[in-house]
């Protein structure tokens, strides 16, 4: 899979000198206009599986801002293959042109079906995935937020020799994949800290699917109350970050898990002189479609 890349840059933050430590943030967000940050890392060898077996059609899953599902389309354009996206919500179905990530998607050519909230949560199950393949024959599927072993090895090579010696790798969590990949390349003195964007116990689980070591941490209090989940706080934080920083960020992942890191630094959390690498991975085309939600909750914009 190649796409015309830039090179992902590690970006220091600048931190008041009492803190004694140091904060950079890995830039996997530029590394490519609308396949970003760690939606690349996962399609890469997702999209080399679907060519190797000859499959011309992918299906995935996703929400209404999914960064996933803009991901897919984009790349199934790129690569020739034809797109397909399970929609969660059927009253998606009317507001397409309204919705700045399924209009997108709608524009590389991806094709809809919009089922419940009810059935969306059978998705992995046999009878619904052969449901799929009677309606659209055949198809390579890729799971939701993109997550499988492939997903994995791709976000692997996310760290290279230049990131050796960070003490801590902080990343966002969605599904588990790219925290994983992290894990499964981060050296032994390292220790990688994720950070949910949404609420549950299963995380824990799920990645422990896909690696062996144990020099990981999840930190649960900064989901903000689940996935896509907002309150001014934190809109105020990303705001703040890029007037001082001029870095954007995203309010459903890396927004969340940089305003955890600055508060677990406020609180004396990192030890003295540590050195800390957060991830940056992407999703920004999210924040068109955030803010249309915000501006009907009369809440200050994302900027």
């Known amino acids: 899979m190649i796409f015309n890349l830039k090179n992902s840059i590690n970006q220091s933050v600048a931190l008041s000198l009492k803190h004694e430590v140091e904060l950079h943030l890995k830039r996997e967000d530029s590394i490519h206009q609308f396949v970003s940050g760690n ?41 020739g293959f034809s797109t397909i996206g399970i929609i969660r919500g059927e009253e998606l179905r009317d507001i397409i042109d309204g919705n700045p990530t399924l209009s997108f998607a709608k524009s590389c050519g991806m ?16 009878g619904f995935i052969n449901n799929l393949k009677e309606e659209f024959d055949d198809f390579y599927l ?12 791709g976000c692997e090579e996310i760290l290279t020799e230049a990131d050796a010696d ?3 790798i902080c990343s966002a969590i969605g599904t588990g994949g790219t925290i994983s990949g992290l894990i499964n390349s981060v050296k032994e003195d390292q220790k990688v800290l994720g950070f949910p964007a949404l ?9 422990s699917k896909f690696v062996d070591n144990k020099n990981w941490n999840i ?19 990303i705001n703040q970050f890029k007037e001082k920083q001029n870095i954007p960020l995203d309010p459903v992942y890396t927004g969340k898990m940089m305003f955890g ?8 959390f990192f030890p003295k002189g540590s050195k800390i690498l957060a ?25």
């Open 261 to 268: 890191v600055f508060d677990l630094i406020e609180k004396g």
């Open 166 to 168: 960070f003490n801590f």
């Open 111 to 126: 094709q809809f079906k919009f089922v419940t909230r009810e059935a969306y949560r059978l998705k992995e199950t046999d």
């Open 142 to 153: 890729i799971p939701e937020g993109g997550t499988n072993a492939f997903a994995v090895k």
């Open 219 to 237: 930190i649960t209090d900064y989901h903000f109350g689940g996935y896509a989940k907002v309150n001014e706080s934190l809109i105020q934080f």
């Open 39 to 79: 939606k690349y890392r996962k399609l890469k060898y997702n999209i080399e599986e679907a060519q190797r077996n000859e499959f011309s059609r992918l299906l995935t899953f996703g929400g209404a801002y999914s960064n996933h599902i803009a991901a897919v389309a984009f790349a199934g354009k790129t690569y």
């Open 279 to 303: 991830i940056h991975t992407g999703g920004l085309q999210g924040i068109a479609g955030m803010n249309n939600y915000l501006k009907k909750k009369k809440i200050e914009l994302i900027k």
């Open 199 to 207: 609420k549950g116990a299963f995380l824990q689980e799920d990645i």
